[in-house]
């Protein structure tokens, strides 16, 4: 079947979908590449995936698009799945024979709720879908494609047996010519990064058991399977020769440091093509690695420190102290490594006290850019069941992660801790943060390197405080 791989159009500026860890609107406007859908795509010949929130286009021309095609599956989340519930039904309104199915931790985890909610989803893949998509795609029987939930003609909801793992991450092919084929790379920006950038993954899963965190106990799981250096090598060099826009590369791998020889391995290989990259990682790599990284080319570092507060982190079982992070952090300044570091409010444990706390902490480890979110009980992670079993969540249990317009809202509240007093602490960080004459002076002198880096933050600056307005009322 001719497949178009979409993320629809939800809410202005969101990038709640595929790819993206803070699904909501952010405080600058960004965008992640829909590496979960270009991945099922390079699998699919003639297929294309469409980006309707990066690209600007509204429900009619995304709708107009699709009509040319026999089957859209759509990445959806749970903030964005209500849009794309109905975004479905349009596609079935205006043309009754297409085949609609969606992907992502969402549906994955609530296959048969997905289902019911409406008629004009025909299927649903659970766990990692890009076979799944492949034989859908195929034109396979939908009794014989393994983790495959569907809807049969008599209106009743099957489940298929579970996919297994993919564990020869190398047998998947590049998503880098999807993206060169499919988007506009000028779409896709993040502050931290240098623009234009390009993100992909070297790996999937976890061993981390971080209570919070979406994809590894959604899709991904907790075993680390990884590419080979070679083929992770190959893929940069094909990036660097056929997409010389590129200024960065992003490895967005849950946690790209957690194999250290592999790490110092294919940064050697970075090293060799003379390109810039970024990472994710934890705040416990040792000096001897961080060198290794920074000598062939790593520029950033993108890390969860998440609160200041070392019960917090043992409540949602981080694996890092707040002193092993203040070491790291200590190493990155000292061999110039910039870090991004990010934060959450409202985690189990959390008091005034302890938010007080971590402000303070992000002043003392002072990342070079920092993202502040709001705890987020999404369903399938253990936050969310610890929420509903203590009465975490409002009384009626309806998760609301994002406001009508897609701003993060403060979904878990406590009796010591109102979600109102939560939310605008996140306002106060923010500012505590950025508007110390230290910082305001780092981010002056950088705006001075260039005009460009100039006219950049001066842009970031404009939509941030109008982000800071706009949430404190």
């Known amino acids: 079947m001719k497949t178009l791989f979409l993320q629809a159009p939800s809410y202005d500026g969101f990038d709640g979908g595929a790819g993206s860890r803070y699904q ?21 010949p003639d297929s294309r995936v469409l980006d309707a929130p990066a690209d600007g286009l509204s429900v009619d021309e995304t709708l107009k698009i699709a009509d040319d095609f026999d089957l859209v599956i759509i990445h959806t989340s ?76 008599d209106g009743s909801i099957e489940h298929n047996a579970d996919r297994p793992m993919i564990e020869n991450m190398d047998e998947l092919p590049f998503v880098a010519p999807i993206y060169k084929r499919d988007l506009k790379i000028e779409n896709y920006f993040i502050g931290y990064l240098n623009y234009p950038y390009v993100s992909i993954y070297t790996g999937r899963g976890c061993k981390s058991r971080c209570t919070f965190c979406l994809w590894p106990q959604t899709v991904g799981g907790h075993r680390y399977r990884t590419r080979s250096v070679a083929s992770v090598i190959e893929e940069v060099k094909w990036i660097r020769d056929n997409m010389p826009e590129v ?48 000598e062939n080319g790593l520029r950033l570092l993108l890390v969860g420190f998440e609160s200041g507060d070392d019960q917090i982190l043992v409540n949602i079982k981080k694996g890092v102290r707040t002193d092993f992070a203040r070491r790291f952090s200590a190493d990155c300044k000292k061999l110039g490594i910039k870090v991004h570091g990010t934060f959450i409010l409202g985690l189990p444990g959390e008091t005034q006290e302890t938010i007080k ?83 305001i002076w780092e981010i002056v002198r950088e705006m001075l390197t260039s005009w460009d880096m100039m006219k950049r933050r001066l842009r970031e600056g404009v939509e941030f405080f109008r982000f800071l307005r706009a949430h404190e009322a």
Request: glycine share 4%; with cysteine.
């Open 247 to 294: 200024k960065e590369i992003m490895f967005d791998d849950d946690t790209f440091t957690d194999d250290l020889p592999r790490v110092q391995e294919i940064a050697r290989g970075l090293g060799k093509l003379g390109v810039t990259w970024s990472c994710n990682a934890k705040a416990n790599v040792p000096y001897e690695t961080l060198k290794v990284m920074k």
């Open 78 to 153: 749970t903030p964005s799945f209500p849009t794309d519930a109905l975004f479905a039904e349009d596609l079935k309104k205006r043309k009754p024979s297409i085949l609609v199915g969606m992907v992502g931790a969402k549906v994955a985890v609530d296959a048969h709720n997905s289902l019911a909610a409406t008629a004009a989803i025909d299927f649903v893949c659970r766990e990692e879908f890009d076979y799944t998509c492949k034989e859908v795609a195929e034109g396979k029987p939908f009794p014989e494609i393994k983790g495959l939930s569907w809807r049969a003609k």
């Open 357 to 439: 706390k971590t402000i303070e902490y992000a002043k003392e480890i002072n990342p070079h850019t920092i993202q502040v979110s709001l705890a987020a009980p999404y369903p399938g992670t253990v936050l969310y069941k610890q929420a509903v079993e203590n009465g975490w969540l409002a009384e009626n249990k309806v998760i609301n992660l994002v406001s009508r317009e897609g701003v993060q809202l403060a979904a878990i509240g406590y009796k010591h801790l109102t979600r109102d007093e939560i939310y605008h602490n996140l306002e106060k960080f923010y500012r505590e943060f950025y508007f110390r004459p230290s910082k």
């Open 24 to 44: 909501a609107k952010r405080e600058i406007r960004s965008f992640w590449y829909p590496t979960w859908l270009a991945q099922p795509a390079a699998l699919v």
